[in-house]
């Protein structure tokens, strides 16, 4: 493929898989079968846009091709004349075949929510699904991220993943689930699922669960604006603009996370004058806006600790006995090994080193972060700073080995070398 046709299907992949899928499921009713003809559509696209050329809408041609693919399914197996009917009276449908990429999509209830990845994040968080199901189902039909990769977010293996996604599915077609936004005396029991789903995307996007780059922008400007359009449906819930803000503080680090060659630059190394400013000013104002309200949540707190990473000019005045505080309150509203995890790095760079590793080797002992690096490279960097490279190269090498990415497995390496390692 032409790379400029090759970099057009990763960016349509990227910013328009959603969309495809979300438009299919409300046009059809069928998950698998909407999934199904949007990977047809892609594989359609990466063998006629080299040819063709790019077409000017990228999006509405992957959804025209991935609708009448289904509609073709449908007919071919005889069955959903109803729904077949109701489809081909609905503008969206083309009587074209695929030699005809565009269409003009019809203007939406104004009464509803003009988005349909919005109606596809509240039906996948009914009520009815198991919390994890529902933030699982969402990150794979929503920003579809293989189940690899959201088995990776949720730390449970591959296979575990693939049933959970597959009785999701068959719960919302067997309860006859809506797809739509609830009315609002029905907000608040959807919220939490909804706040979980758009901060696991914003994570898998800031960083990536596997593959060559760290950073996948689409998925944190699309948790972004989701976010966005949830605070603007619910703009009393305070949890929804800690979330935002949280995102908005994180992502404004963006440009200073890796070099020109795409390696990772941690915190303390980052050019701190690259930092979106604008970003931070609009999350601070947000954070301080709703904390105000005296209801305060893990996104908040959250938002709180990334606030005093943004606020600080050089890393030598980053207030981390704040933060260390900060995260000792975040594990006591939302116990996780991973929030464990940060308060022992925080509690180090207070100025407790022991402590911090102690944190640590309990973290160890439990098992429940067994496969994650981070808590290896964690240990490696706290006992670099104490110099005690021997027991550092160890654990580098220990963290390199489970490391997800080329990006960060290229630090580790360099980490290890630094300590005396192969």
């Not at 032409?2 to 057009?8: H, L, R, T, V």
């Not at 609830?182 to 696991?200: I, M, Q």
């Not at 505080?325 to 991973?338: D, I, N, R, T």
Request: charged share 25%.
């Amino acid at each position: 493929m032409a790379p400029s046709a090759d970099a057009a299907l990763a960016t349509a992949f990227h910013e328009e898989w959603g969309r495809v899928v979300a438009t299919l499921i409300r046009r059809t009713g069928n998950w698998d079968l909407a999934e199904e003809c949007a990977q047809e559509a892609f594989v359609e696209a990466a063998r006629r846009w080299q040819a063709e050329g790019v077409p000017r809408r990228p999006g509405a041609w992957l959804t025209t091709v991935a609708l009448n693919r289904a509609l073709d399914r449908l007919r071919r197996a005889k069955r959903g004349a109803e729904l077949l009917e109701q489809v081909a009276r609905d503008p969206l449908t083309t009587t074209a075949t695929d030699q005809t990429p565009m269409y003009e999509p019809p203007e939406e209830d104004a009464d509803e929510i003009e988005d349909d990845r919005l109606r596809l994040m509240f039906t996948c968080c009914h009520p009815a699904l198991p919390l994890e199901s529902r933030v699982a189902l969402t990150l794979r039909t929503l920003a579809g991220l293989q189940t690899a990769e959201i088995a990776r977010a949720f730390l449970v293996p591959e296979a575990t993943m693939s049933k959970r996604l597959t009785r999701a599915k068959a719960k919302i077609a067997g309860a006859g689930i809506p797809y739509r936004v609830p009315p609002a005396h029905l907000l608040p029991e959807r919220t939490g699922g909804v706040l979980a789903v758009l901060y696991l995307l914003f994570n898998e996007g800031y960083g990536a669960s596997m593959g060559d780059d760290l950073i996948r922008s689409s998925l944190c400007d699309e948790a972004i604006r989701l976010a966005r359009a949830l605070l603007q449906l619910m703009p009393e819930q305070p949890e929804a603009a800690g979330l935002l803000a949280l995102m908005l503080l994180q992502h404004s680090r963006r440009a200073a996370r890796v070099d020109a060659h795409g390696d990772l630059v941690t915190l303390e190394e980052q050019d701190r004058e690259r930092w979106d400013r604008p970003q931070i000013d609009e999350a601070t104002e947000l954070l301080q806006a709703t904390m105000a309200r005296g209801s305060i949540g893990p996104y908040q707190l959250q938002a709180a600790i990334a606030a005093l990473h943004a606020q600080a000019p050089h890393p030598d005045l980053t207030d981390w006995m704040e933060i260390a505080g900060l995260y000792a309150l975040l594990e006591h509203v939302m116990p996780s090994p991973v929030v464990r995890l940060n308060r022992a790095v925080a509690v180090a760079m207070a100025g407790d080193p022991d402590g911090g590793l102690a944190i640590v080797d309990d973290l160890a002992g439990d098992g429940a972060l067994d496969s994650y690096h981070l808590l290896e490279a964690t240990r490696a960097d706290l006992l670099r700073r104490r110099g005690d490279l021997a027991a550092a190269a160890v654990a580098y090498e220990r963290a390199l080995s489970l490391a997800p990415t080329e990006p960060e497995r290229r630090f580790l390496a360099r980490r290890l070398a630094e300590a005396g390692g192969a």
